[in-house]
């Protein structure tokens, strides 16, 4: 299982970026994904989730209204779309594949930094 996130970077406040994940070697269409994120520290902590089909989202309040999940079935790939971007919003950024509501499967990680 590969899970292989990509899109973070250095950016203002106010401005926006778009993360990535690309899966593979799992079932990805029948699979709930979940962003994740972890500053320097603190514990990591749920960004959003989204269900197999995509016709279900959750986010954490802090992101509610700024952050959009959504997810590519037909080219197993999952996005995070983030606006609005605030200094507190600085994390590493994981995407997470969970299996039958039972495994986790988790990225490598990609680095958000917002300035003020």
């Known amino acids: 299982v590969q899970l292989v996130e990509s899109g973070g970077g250095l950016v203002q406040a106010g401005g926006s970026l778009r993360l990535s994940c690309a899966v593979s070697?799992?079932?990805?269409?029948?699979?709930?994904m979940g962003w994740y994120r972890q500053a320097p520290g603190k514990q990591r902590e749920l960004v959003a989730t989204?269900?197999?089909?995509?016709?279900?989202?959750n986010y954490a309040d802090s992101v509610k209204g700024r952050f959009t999940i959504s997810r590519d079935n037909a080219k197993n790939t999952m996005h995070l779309q983030m606006n609005s971007l605030k200094p507190e919003d600085t994390a590493v950024y994981y995407c997470?594949?969970?299996?039958?509501?039972?495994?986790?499967?988790w990225g490598q990680g990609t680095q958000v930094t917002v300035s003020s």
């Open positions: 997470n594949a969970r299996v039958f509501s039972l495994i986790d499967y």
């Open positions: 070697g799992i079932t990805f269409s029948i699979t709930a």
């Open positions: 989204i269900s197999s089909s995509g016709g279900s989202t």
